[in-house]
């Protein structure tokens, strides 16, 4: 038994930033000498990167973190750690809920989690690493110059073996500046900041020299991005170009695109590049423009259509993705019908839908009461996803006898699931997992299903080899459901 390597057991809750900063936190903790566990068991340092988005996501922490309890009893040397937003939110309100907590550490000091995590073990006195800073607000471009410590100081994320190297997350700016008055974001992450182009297309390069064949660009309102250089403002669109151009790139990716400010140039870009995605996640909210304007998101749903069907000229097969709110204060049977005709006019490809949950400091909370009923957010919940699920079955049978190009993953969930009952081992979902290059695959069929998805991020299940992960495989698609298209490979 090995006591000398310090392990580390790591949570990850939220959106795509916070799994990429968990990335990044788990190749400054490697670089370390610590030791990743996936057991709180057998953790002398317990961390959850956690999301304030809703109130959901934060109490499923605090239960968490209730549990530990017993583990601190049993063990007092034992570290437990909130990462993230919710850090960043509660502050020292967290402390006073967990007391048993070592340390809490928003989203803007993660760099500096190594050197924290020494200190409370020294120290034995809990520690908090906040951005007090947060709400500080100056010009765009006065900011752009900032440095991005974490990102800087990651030198392991390539070859750290429990990255995904296939599929990468490249963050292109932090924070955001629109306030939707819902949206806990801002309070969290700060204010908007774009790193500069070089920083971002350097990051890019060293991950597909170590592997990696799709990029995801990341940022609360990406193409809100900008960032001064040589006297002239570098635009998302003309990002984009630099970052399509890397050797050995196969597909770039962006998410989250905020509908109001676009940049015509942008469609442009998706039209012309073909590495670029045919893809673009850009939620609405609401279909009801009073709602809208209660949101302050700033666009009409006139606006909203009219940017959809530009979308449609540029890239006739783009695929859609939407988030929508529901039952957001005062919203009326009649504004939710709205959202409803919206959904069916747009077609979306997928829909995200959240249920409005209050969340404190936020303008709703002070000016908006939380007034539609949790049985009726329930039921248009599951109305829109109901309506979705039938755009979503037709746009796949459409596909039925079609082949579409699949990156592929690794194995489905069904197979890693009957591969671990077959021999007793998890197979990695990862390009890395050499070793199962040469494993034979058992003869049962289900343990040979992949997954992958298609440019237009359709997730494709089929048959194959441990040979076909990694690369880009042809399928032609012989059945579909609301989620998911079947087939087989065609070449
Ligand atoms: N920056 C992204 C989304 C960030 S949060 C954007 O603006 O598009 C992800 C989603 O969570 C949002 O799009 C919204 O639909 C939902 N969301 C945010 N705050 C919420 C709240 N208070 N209650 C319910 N859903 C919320
Ligand atoms: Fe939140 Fe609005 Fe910013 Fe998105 S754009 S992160 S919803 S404040
Ligand atoms: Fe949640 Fe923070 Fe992301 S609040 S959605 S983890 S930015």
């Given at each position: 038994m090995d006591r000398q390597a310090l392990t580390?057991?790591?949570?990850?809750?939220?959106?795509?930033?916070?799994v990429l900063d968990s990335q990044l936190v788990e190749g400054q903790l490697q670089a370390h000498g610590l030791r990743r566990v996936s057991s709180t068991r057998d953790a002398d340092l317990?961390?959850?990167?956690?999301?304030?988005?809703?109130?959901?996501?934060?109490?499923?922490?605090?239960?968490?973190?209730?549990?530990?309890?017993?583990?601190?009893?049993?063990?007092p040397d034992t570290i437990i750690g909130v990462l993230g937003c919710m850090a960043e939110r509660m502050k020292n309100e967290l402390f006073e809920q967990a007391p048993h907590l070592d340390l809490i550490c928003g989203p803007g000091e993660l760099f500096r989690l190594p050197e924290l995590l020494a200190d409370v073990a020294e120290s034995r006195t809990p520690v908090a690493a906040l951005t007090d800073s947060l709400s500080r607000r100056t010009s765009k471009v006065n900011r752009g110059h900032e440095v991005d410590p974490l990102e800087v100081l990651d030198q392991s994320r390539t070859t750290d073996v429990s990255a995904n190297v296939l599929q990468a997350y490249v963050r292109v700016q932090r924070g955001c500046d629109k306030f939707c008055t819902y949206c806990v974001v801002p309070f969290t992450r700060g204010p908007e900041r774009s790193r500069p182009p070089a920083q971002i297309v350097d990051e890019a390069r060293r991950l597909v020299d170590a592997g990696c064949r799709e990029i995801t660009l990341l940022g609360q309102t990406v193409n809100s991005y900008v960032h001064p250089e040589d006297g002239r403002a570098v635009r998302f669109a003309e990002l984009l170009e630099r970052v399509n151009d890397i050797d050995g790139l196969d597909r770039l990716r962006f998410v989250t695109s905020f509908p109001?400010?676009?940049?015509?140039?942008?469609?442009?870009?998706?039209?012309?590049?073909?590495?670029?995605c045919p893809y673009l996640h850009i939620p609405a909210q609401s279909g009801s423009d009073r709602i809208l304007k209660a949101m302050k998101r700033t666009y009409t749903v006139a606006e909203y259509l009219r940017l959809m069907d530009t979308a449609r000229e540029y890239v006739p097969d783009i695929a859609l993705a939407g988030d929508f709110i529901v039952g957001f204060?005062?919203?009326?049977?009649?504004?939710?019908?709205?959202?409803?005709?919206?959904?069916?006019?747009?077609?979306?490809?997928?829909?995200?839908?959240?249920?409005?949950?209050?969340?404190?400091g936020t303008a709703a909370d002070r000016s908006q009461l939380d007034d539609v009923p949790a049985e009726i957010k329930a039921q248009r919940n599951n109305e829109l996803l109901a309506v979705q699920s039938e755009i979503s079955l037709r746009q796949k049978q459409a596909l039925v006898g079609q082949t579409v190009e699949v990156l592929v993953e690794g194995y489905s969930k069904a197979a890693r699931k009957a591969r671990s009952a077959n021999n007793g081992e998890l197979v990695q979902l990862t390009v890395q997992s050499e070793q199962d290059r040469g494993s034979e695959a058992t003869r049962e069929p289900l343990s040979n299903q992949l997954v992958g998805r298609t440019p237009h991020d359709l997730i494709t299940v089929f048959n194959g080899t441990a040979d076909h992960i990694g690369r880009l495989v042809h399928v032609r698609v012989d059945s579909a459901s609301p989620l998911t298209l079947f087939g087989q490979i065609a070449d």
């Open positions: 580390y057991f790591l949570e990850t809750f939220g959106c795509q930033m916070n317990i961390m959850f990167n956690t999301c304030s988005v809703r109130q959901h996501a934060e109490d499923k922490v605090l239960s968490r973190l209730g549990e530990l309890k017993r583990v601190k009893l049993h063990r109001a400010d676009w940049d015509e140039d942008i469609f442009r870009v998706m039209r012309d590049y073909p590495r670029v204060s005062g919203e009326t049977a009649d504004n939710f019908q709205s959202t409803v005709d919206l959904v069916r006019r747009v077609e979306y490809k997928s829909l995200f839908v959240f249920k409005y949950s209050v969340r404190p």
